[in-house]
């Protein structure tokens, strides 16, 4: 397989116990337990599996997981899905893993409801701009809000999402996959240390990819010193809420 250049999680053995803390994190299945002449410890599977996005950080008591830029092989998405696919038929998979959706092309019809009537409702959105890139961490906006992190597949998947998940909130959008993870975790520590949210909530698809904005969150309240009350929403892509997290 073809290597590059990218981000990839890299495990200091001198500082894992081989606790598994983090294995269930790790959306791809990346991480395993193996037997070392040191004692158990944590590794790759293989490097391809892991998508570098971090997820598994926050949950290592010892600090011996980081995320670094090296020459491995590409991420592997339908390699991960198969290798996913014996614990999910012998229901050992993690609770948050799923099957990723963003390796197939699918389509559905969408469900009616049973009225025929058609009530118009008003947007919730009461800021500009809303991508993290974009918005100024001294956005009045921000002071003191309900701050909510949306990744920007869910307000297309969840149709009440203005009414469920906006409505007297602040917001910031971004794609954990897509964009730059570090500029990310700056800006959103500069809105926190800067803005003194009440709260953080993060709203995400269910594919193992979005899970990364989660990451990011907590990195980011973890760089800003602050205590604030955090909550995560897990959206389906047929747009159900799958779980909601504290």
């Given at each position: 397989?073809?290597?590059?250049?990218?981000?990839?999680?890299?495990?200091?053995?001198?500082?894992?116990?081989?606790?598994?803390?983090?294995?269930?994190?790790?959306?791809?299945?990346?991480?395993?337990?193996?037997?070392?002449?040191?004692?158990?410890?944590?590794?790759?599977?293989?490097?391809?599996?892991?998508?570098?996005?971090?997820?598994?950080?926050?949950?290592?008591?010892?600090?011996?997981?980081?995320?670094?830029?090296?020459?491995?092989?590409?991420?592997?998405?339908?390699?991960?899905?198969?290798?996913?696919?014996?614990?999910?038929?012998?229901?050992?998979?993690?609770?948050?893993?799923?099957?990723?959706?963003?390796?197939k092309v699918m389509s559905w019809?969408a469900q009616l409801p049973k009225?025929?009537?058609?009530?118009?409702?008003?947007?919730?959105?009461?800021?500009?701009?809303?991508?993290?890139?974009?918005?100024?961490?001294?956005?009045?906006?921000?002071?003191?809000?309900?701050?909510?992190?949306?990744?920007?597949?869910?307000?297309?998947?969840?149709a009440d999402f203005h009414q469920?998940?906006?409505?007297?909130?602040?917001?910031?959008?971004?794609?954990?996959?897509?964009?730059?993870?570090?500029?990310?975790?700056?800006?959103?520590?500069?809105?926190?240390?800067?803005?003194?949210?009440?709260?953080?909530?993060?709203?995400?698809?269910?594919?193992?990819?979005?899970?990364?904005?989660?990451?990011?969150?907590?990195?980011?309240?973890?760089?800003?010193?602050?205590?604030?009350?955090?909550?995560?929403?897990?959206?389906?892509?047929?747009?159900?809420?799958?779980?909601?997290?504290?």
């Open positions: 397989m073809t290597k590059v250049k990218r981000k990839i999680i890299k495990i200091d053995e001198e500082k894992c116990n081989g606790c598994g803390f983090c294995i269930p994190s790790c959306p791809e299945g990346a991480l395993q337990i193996v037997d070392t002449p040191k004692g158990p410890k944590v590794r790759l599977v293989k490097e391809n599996f892991c998508d570098g996005l971090g997820a598994c950080l926050g949950e290592c008591p010892q600090g011996a997981l980081s995320v670094v830029e090296a020459e491995v092989e590409e991420y592997d998405e339908e390699g991960v899905i198969a290798h996913q696919l014996p614990q999910h038929h012998s229901h050992k998979m993690p609770k948050r893993v799923t099957i990723c959706p963003s390796a019809q009225t025929k009537s058609r009530k118009s409702v008003g947007s919730e959105l009461r800021q500009w701009p809303v991508q993290l890139h974009l918005v100024p961490p001294v956005a009045p906006y921000f002071k003191n809000a309900d701050l909510v992190l949306v990744a920007d597949c869910v307000p297309f998947a969840y469920d998940f906006l409505k007297g909130k602040a917001i910031a959008i971004g794609c954990p996959k897509l964009d730059d993870v570090d500029a990310y975790i700056e800006k959103i520590t500069q809105i926190i240390k800067t803005a003194n949210p009440k709260s953080i909530e993060v709203i995400h698809m269910e594919v193992p990819c979005c899970y990364g904005l989660v990451h990011i969150a907590k990195e980011s309240l973890r760089k800003s010193g602050e205590n604030i009350p955090f909550e995560s929403v897990i959206i389906g892509i047929k747009g159900e809420v799958m779980a909601t997290e504290v």
